[in-house]
């Protein structure tokens, strides 16, 4: 079993469209969680941390279920400058290195 | 631009050669990462350091593969004996103290053995 696991897509969403993604991970000894952006080419860029309470950034939600062993993230009113790819990430377990998903691939389309 | 540095951005080798890319973190940020991507996966971890010290290594590390922070600033990743498996993006990251989840990536060396 892979230690992230995400469907990798792609989403083709309109523009202005709510769209959810979710991922789990193995190792319940996982401490912190993150969703990081990247875009064609580029590199990784934290989006945002995800906290057991749940925490929102303007458009972007994300919820963690440690019971479930879930992450989630919600854009709400998708840009076209959302399109990237959105990877889950989580540290912890006695490891400083983030350990990522293979990435959902995202396309808002106008 | 005060952001992490890596060169060189491109390297073509031939099989069996060494190689050695450089990384430049954000100057206040003293913990260091090296991770590997290949096209359609997320970024694998390699290796950390906190300050010059080499703390934790990836079982994806072989012995062919070997990093350095000398002075805590900069750092160098050494791929001996090249292996066409080895072509991927190289990815450096660093992240201030306290808060390692945070890391900011550098733009990456992408390494093709030809």
């Known amino acids: 079993r892979k230690e992230v696991e995400q469907d990798p897509g792609p989403f083709n969403v309109p523009e202005g469209a709510t769209v959810a993604f979710n991922c789990t991970y193995s190792?319940?000894?996982?401490?912190?969680f993150f969703w990081y952006r990247q875009d064609c080419r580029k590199e990784p860029k934290l989006l945002m941390s995800?906290?057991?309470s749940g925490n929102e950034d303007g458009r972007f939600t994300a919820q963690l279920n440690r019971a479930s062993q879930y992450i989630s993230l919600l854009i709400r009113d998708s840009k076209l400058s959302d399109s990237a790819t959105y990877l889950c990430?989580?540290?912890?377990?006695?490891?400083?290195?983030?350990?990522f998903g293979k990435g959902t691939h995202l396309i808002i389309q106008p | 631009d005060t952001g992490v540095s890596q060169n060189p951005r491109h390297k073509i080798t031939k099989r069996g050669q060494n190689v050695t890319f450089r990384c430049d973190p954000i100057?206040?940020?003293?913990?260091l990462y090296w991770y590997r991507q290949t096209l359609g996966q997320g970024p694998e971890f390699l290796t950390y350091?906190?300050?010059?010290?080499?703390?934790?290594k990836s079982r994806l590390l072989s012995d062919r593969f070997s990093a350095e922070r000398p002075k805590g600033s900069f750092s160098t990743l050494e791929i001996q004996r090249t292996e066409q498996g080895d072509s991927a993006m190289y990815l450096c990251?660093?992240?201030?103290?306290?808060?390692?989840?945070?890391?900011?990536f550098g733009p990456g060396t992408r390494l093709t053995v030809l």
């Open positions: 990251a660093s992240s201030p103290s306290g808060r390692p989840g945070e890391q900011f």
């Open positions: 190792n319940s000894a996982s401490q912190s």
């Open positions: 995800v906290y057991s």
């Open positions: 990430v989580v540290k912890g377990g006695g490891a400083d290195g983030l350990t």
């Open positions: 100057s206040e940020h003293n913990r």
């Open positions: 350091f906190q300050n010059e010290a080499q703390l934790e």
